[in-house]
Structure formats: structure tokens, C-alpha cells
């Protein structure tokens, strides 16, 4: 029996991270991945995930976890399928490590991914996004931080992971602008160019932020790096207080991701061009937004009806029949 811990210990630190370069969120998911992997599979074997063997990690077994995440986590069909990446990958990675494990190895990767449909793309209207804002309070320390960050999710269209990776020396300020430097997906960076409100939002934040020991721009209360879920919380916290001004929202679950849909759809109906919109959120190519943001816009299909013609039906006027001859012909 092969030791699990050896091999999946070098493939996220050396494979990974150095000779791949990928960058420390998709690290996170890959590890992610396979914490829950080897804990339903301890489970399943009644062992511990230290203890755990690669011969016991089978197609099968692989299958079953699949179906815990579907099932009994109400994961979707994108998250099912990024697990069963992250475990192909590091199979592909065991391939030339472990040969006489060939076999296991390729019916782990002959799994399918499973098809996910396409939904419509959840955003803010006009009304909810200033709600939104508005929510914060400027008068104290935290809601002056909170509007800053709300602002820059809503206009710069940043994933959540950009937002709280933003440090100092990422924020340029010029007379009219401000400059921000977002470190994206596979350690892609791309420079935002935004509005001096932005600035100003951004300064009385920095104003009343205070010395800290790390250099991300934006910080919790304890004066550490602000994280995902914290702001997750700063989201949830200010659209129960934007509900009672705009009872939209009630039906609607806004997370990190929808103020970055809500960007894209306002620069898509201000600019009419996907390949502005693909570089603006850092997308690698312009498949994406076409798939998520082109199929849903009700812009582009007004825009469809307004320049072609309905096919023409043939004319004429319906007649109902005599009611005596239609009774006669009943059996």
C-alpha cells in the first residue's frame, strides 16, 4: 500500500504552486477539494485521512463522493465538477510517480463531467445598487470602510478574492482618478482606471484606517486582513438594512459575485461591446460574458426584434359554424 500523504503534500506545494504557478485561491480550492475528499473517504473506510492509502482512493469511491456532494451537500453540477478537476489533476500528476497504478489512475480520469445548465445571471437594478450604498453610515469607522468597499466591488467588477487582496501600494490617486492594480485568476493582473468618487471613498477610508501589520488595503475590526466570508457578513449586514428602503431586494440573495454581475451589465449597456466588458472583469478570453451576460441582457434582444421583421401569416377571419349544422354533426 502507497502512503497518500507523501504524494498529495507534493503535488499542491511543488507541482502546484511552484511548476504550475497557480495562483494561491486556486491552491485553496485544490485543497479544499481534497479535505473533503479524504474526509468522506475516512469515513467510508473507517480509518483516519493520515492513514489513508492511494489505492484506496478507486473509481468507485471517487463516484460516491461525487454523488455525497450532489446529494447530501446540495452541491450543483460547477461545483461537482471543479472536485472531480482537482482530483484528475492530481491523478494526471501520480501517472509517471506511480506506474503500476496505471489503471486506477485512468478510470479516475474517465470520469465525466456532469452537464450544467446555464442560468440567468442575478444583478442589482439602478434603485437596489444605490440602496446598497446608501446603507453604510460615513459618520463611523467600519461604514466608512464599508462603502468604500461596496463602491469598488460595484463599479470595478472585482471577484471577492481581488477586492480583500488589494493593498496599499495597489492605490494610485491622480487629480480626477484613481488607479488600482487587481491581481486576478492564474496570477493575472490588469489595471483599473476609475472615477474620482472612487478616490474620494477610498482616502476617507485610508484616513481613519490606521497603522496595521499587513499590507491589504481593507482590514477587519481586529486590524487584520478583511477575508472572504468578512465580507460576505458586510454584504448580508447592509442589504437587510437597503431592504427596508427597497423591498425589491427581499426576493433576491445577494452575494460577492452579484455586484460583480451588476457591474458587467452596466458596462455592457453603456459601452455595447463584450470584448470592453472582458477586460474590464479580467475574463481571458470573451466567452464567458457572452454565455452569462449576452444570452440574458433584454437590451441586445430589444435591440434583435427592433432591427428584423415578424414572418407575415396568411390573412383571413374566423367563422364559427352554424350551430345547427355543428350539433348535427356530433355523433
Same mark, same amino acid.
Given at each position: 500500500? %502507497?502512503?497518500?500523504?507523501?504524494?498529495?503534500?507534493?503535488?499542491?506545494?511543488?507541482?502546484?504552486?511552484?511548476?504550475?504557478?497557480?495562483?494561491?485561491?486556486?491552491?485553496?480550492?485544490?485543497?479544499?477539494?481534497?479535505?473533503?475528499?479524504?474526509?468522506?473517504?475516512?469515513?467510508?473506510?473507517?480509518?483516519?485521512?493520515?492513514?489513508?492509502?492511494?489505492?484506496?482512493?478507486?473509481?468507485?469511491?471517487?463516484?460516491?463522493?461525487?454523488?455525497?456532494?450532489?446529494?447530501?451537500?446540495?452541491?450543483?453540477?460547477? %461545483?461537482?465538477?471543479?472536485?472531480?478537476?482537482?482530483?484528475?489533476?492530481?491523478?494526471?500528476?501520480?501517472?509517471?510517480?506511480?506506474?503500476?497504478?496505471?489503471?486506477?489512475?485512468?478510470?479516475?480520469?474517465?470520469?465525466?463531467?456532469?452537464?450544467?445548465?446555464?442560468?440567468?445571471?442575478?444583478?442589482?437594478?439602478?434603485?437596489?445598487?444605490?440602496?446598497?450604498?446608501?446603507?453604510?453610515?460615513?459618520? %463611523?469607522?467600519?461604514?466608512?470602510?464599508?462603502?468604500?468597499?461596496?463602491?469598488?466591488?460595484?463599479?470595478?467588477?472585482?471577484?471577492?478574492?481581488?477586492?480583500?487582496?488589494?493593498?496599499?501600494?495597489?492605490?494610485?490617486?491622480?487629480?480626477?482618478?484613481?488607479?488600482?492594480?487587481?491581481?486576478?485568476?492564474?496570477?493575472?493582473?490588469?489595471?483599473?482606471?476609475?472615477?474620482?468618487?472612487?478616490?474620494?471613498?477610498?482616502?476617507?477610508?485610508?484616513?481613519?484606517?490606521?497603522?496595521?501589520?499587513?499590507?491589504?488595503?481593507?482590514?477587519?475590526?481586529?486590524?487584520?486582513?478583511?477575508?472572504?466570508?468578512?465580507?460576505?457578513?458586510?454584504?448580508?449586514?447592509?442589504?437587510?438594512?437597503?431592504?427596508?428602503?427597497?423591498?425589491?431586494?427581499?426576493?433576491?440573495?445577494?452575494?460577492?459575485?452579484?455586484?460583480?454581475?451588476?457591474?458587467?451589465?452596466?458596462?455592457?449597456?453603456? %459601452?455595447?461591446?463584450?470584448?470592453?466588458?472582458?477586460?474590464?472583469?479580467?475574463?481571458?478570453?470573451?466567452?464567458?460574458?457572452?454565455?452569462?451576460?449576452?444570452?440574458?441582457?433584454?437590451?441586445?434582444?430589444?435591440?434583435?426584434?427592433?432591427?428584423?421583421?415578424?414572418?407575415?401569416?396568411?390573412?383571413?377571419?374566423?367563422?364559427?359554424?352554424?350551430?345547427?349544422?355543428?350539433?348535427?354533426?356530433?355523433?
Amino acid at each position: 500500500m %502507497t502512503a497518500l500523504a507523501p504524494h498529495i503534500t507534493a503535488f499542491l506545494q511543488q507541482r502546484l504552486a511552484v511548476e504550475r504557478g497557480a495562483s494561491p485561491h486556486t491552491c485553496d480550492s485544490y485543497a479544499y477539494a481534497f479535505q473533503l475528499l479524504f474526509t468522506f473517504a475516512a469515513n467510508k473506510l473507517k480509518t483516519t485521512p493520515a492513514k489513508l492509502s492511494i489505492e484506496q482512493l478507486d473509481a468507485p469511491l471517487v463516484l460516491q463522493f461525487l454523488e455525497y456532494l450532489q446529494k447530501e451537500r446540495g452541491n450543483g453540477a460547477r %461545483t461537482r465538477n471543479a472536485r472531480l478537476a482537482a482530483i484528475q489533476s492530481f491523478m494526471h500528476f501520480l501517472e509517471h510517480r506511480l506506474p503500476s497504478a496505471l489503471d486506477q489512475i485512468r478510470r479516475i480520469q474517465a470520469i465525466p463531467t456532469r452537464r450544467a445548465g446555464t442560468k440567468i445571471v442575478p444583478h442589482l437594478t439602478a434603485d437596489e445598487r444605490q440602496a446598497l450604498l446608501d446603507a453604510p453610515d460615513p459618520h %463611523t469607522r467600519l461604514g466608512i470602510r464599508d462603502r468604500a468597499m461596496l463602491y469598488l466591488a460595484l463599479t470595478g467588477g472585482l471577484r471577492v478574492s481581488e477586492l480583500v487582496g488589494i493593498r496599499l501600494d495597489d492605490i494610485t490617486f491622480s487629480d480626477r482618478y484613481v488607479h488600482v492594480v487587481v491581481r486576478g485568476k492564474g496570477r493575472r493582473e490588469r489595471a483599473l482606471t476609475l472615477w474620482r468618487e472612487i478616490g474620494d471613498a477610498l482616502r476617507a477610508w485610508l484616513a481613519v484606517r490606521g497603522a496595521a501589520s499587513v499590507p491589504e488595503l481593507f482590514l477587519n475590526s481586529r486590524g487584520e486582513a478583511m477575508t472572504r466570508s468578512g465580507f460576505e457578513c458586510v454584504i448580508d449586514r447592509h442589504v437587510a438594512i437597503a431592504r427596508s428602503r427597497c423591498p425589491s431586494l427581499s426576493s433576491k440573495r445577494v452575494s460577492p459575485h452579484v455586484l460583480r454581475h451588476t457591474c458587467a451589465f452596466n458596462m455592457l449597456a453603456a %459601452t455595447g461591446d463584450v470584448r470592453k466588458v472582458a477586460l474590464w472583469l479580467g475574463h481571458a478570453g470573451i466567452q464567458t460574458v457572452e454565455a452569462f451576460y449576452l444570452r440574458h441582457d433584454p437590451v441586445e434582444r430589444i435591440e434583435a426584434l427592433s432591427t428584423s421583421v415578424a414572418p407575415r401569416l396568411r390573412p383571413g377571419r374566423f367563422r364559427p359554424p352554424d350551430r345547427l349544422i355543428a350539433a348535427l354533426r356530433q355523433p
